[in-house]
């Protein structure tokens, strides 16, 4: 598992593009799809599953299973609607198996359908350009804040207006982090809160120039691709995940390097790029 900043949020999580791929908030005891449940993720409350495929979904039954294990309450797994059922019976063929079913919420959910997680604090999954039923996700604050036109005024004052029924606040959206999933170019792009997002966790799955015609089939991110990414999200950190093997990381970097503006180069980042190995100095 990589441990990474991403506009000073903490992302602890791991992505190759058919082996695994689950990334995780853990100050917002938010997780980004499952892999096959790492240890990290067992204590975090939500789990966001943006499609079925294997190397996203494959851990649930052991993610649910090991909160009853080490003792801490049933964890969520948020998940477009139309897999919630095929899910649930999944744990419940699981609760056979193992002779008893293991707690947890399963929670269908559908686009712009949003979801609390806490106080101040919201899940927001919209559709993206991949297999049916998938979703991306966007982790977003809120905040009441005093209108202009009330600003100066004495506490008794606001006190009296909202005793008079006055509505003083204003709702204001704060988009931390959008997370795609696996998808392709698409209209969620156009989505307001995704293009405000301070931080974009995105795949780009093909990097070679011969790949184009797989990754339209596969519904997903070629490198090629990327520049309109940046575009519609100008002001985000981003972070690129779901590379593959095909592809070695140091080559993916200097080819999307190559395809980026000079001014959006410090903005992207790699999930799986380790930092460089220290040698220790060995004194005679």
């Not at 090991?66 to 999944?90: D, E, M, N, W, Y």
């Not at 005093?146 to 509505?167: C, R």
Request: charged fraction near 25%; hydrophobic fraction near 40%.
């Amino acid at each position: 598992m990589m441990r990474k900043k991403l506009n000073d949020i903490e992302i602890v999580g791991f992505s190759l593009a058919g082996e695994e791929t689950v990334i995780a908030l853990p100050e917002y005891s938010v997780c980004f799809d499952v892999g096959r449940a790492p240890r990290e993720i067992i204590s975090i409350d939500n789990v966001c599953l943006t499609h079925g495929h294997m190397d996203h979904a494959a851990g649930i039954a052991y993610y649910l299973s090991q909160r009853t294990f080490v003792g801490v309450a049933p964890g969520r797994v948020i998940v477009h609607r139309s897999l919630a059922q095929l899910i649930q019976k999944l744990m419940d063929i699981w609760g056979d198996i193992e002779g008893h079913p293991s707690p947890g919420q399963i929670l269908g959910v559908e686009h712009l359908e949003d979801v609390p997680i806490r106080r101040g604090l919201l899940i927001r999954p919209f559709t993206v350009n991949h297999i049916g039923s998938s979703l991306g996700y966007t982790l977003i604050e809120v905040r009441n804040r005093l209108k202009p036109e009330f600003h100066g005024l004495s506490g008794p004052e606001i006190v009296a207006l909202k005793k008079k029924g006055v509505k003083i606040e204003d709702r204001v959206e704060i988009p931390l982090l959008t997370h795609t999933g696996d998808t392709a170019l698409g209209r969620f792009l156009d989505l307001d809160f995704v293009q405000k997002s301070q931080a974009l966790i995105v795949e780009c799955t093909f990097f070679d120039a011969e790949h184009q015609s797989r990754a339209r089939a596969g519904r997903h991110i070629h490198v090629d691709d990327f520049a309109k990414i940046l575009e519609a999200v100008p002001d985000a950190q981003v972070m690129v995940v779901h590379t593959t093997r095909r592809t070695d990381l140091r080559a993916a970097k200097r080819i999307l390097e190559r395809t980026l503006k000079n001014e959006d180069r410090a903005r992207v980042s790699f999930l799986m790029d380790r930092p460089p190995h220290r040698h220790k100095r060995i004194e005679s």
